[in-house]
């Protein structure tokens, strides 16, 4: 069973910056189209940064020009570089596979932006 651990997420002000990781646990990785969701408390989840195999990125409108997705095959690692947070990129961030997810979840990282 692949297993997906994300990690990188913490308490910053707003205006500020963090980087995500993800590590997926299968030799597969590379041919996988990948995506970074988020969770708000109360809210549904939504994918906000997508990467496909060839590393070929797109974004939410609402994370367009602040949030970067990258990927290291190599490491089997799924990046999610975020720039100019604000308060309403709080939530918990996932990574998973775009299409038909894996079938567990990760336990996700906590972003929390507040001054």
């Known amino acids: 069973q692949v297993q997906l651990v994300e990690s990188g997420g913490g308490l910053v002000q707003p205006g500020g910056s963090l980087r995500l990781s993800c590590v997926v646990s299968t030799s597969m990785f590379r041919f996988y189209d990948m995506g970074w969701y988020r969770q708000a408390p109360g809210k549904q989840r939504e994918l906000v940064a997508q990467i496909t195999s060839d590393g070929t990125t797109n974004y939410a409108e609402s994370v367009k020009g602040r949030f970067t997705i990258s990927r290291d095959n190599a490491k089997n690692t799924v990046y999610l570089q975020m720039n100019s947070l604000k308060p309403e990129d709080t939530a918990v961030y996932y990574c998973?596979?775009?299409?038909?997810?894996?079938?567990?979840w990760g336990q996700g990282t906590q972003v929390t932006v507040s001054s």
């Open positions: 998973n596979r775009l299409g038909v997810p894996f079938g567990s």
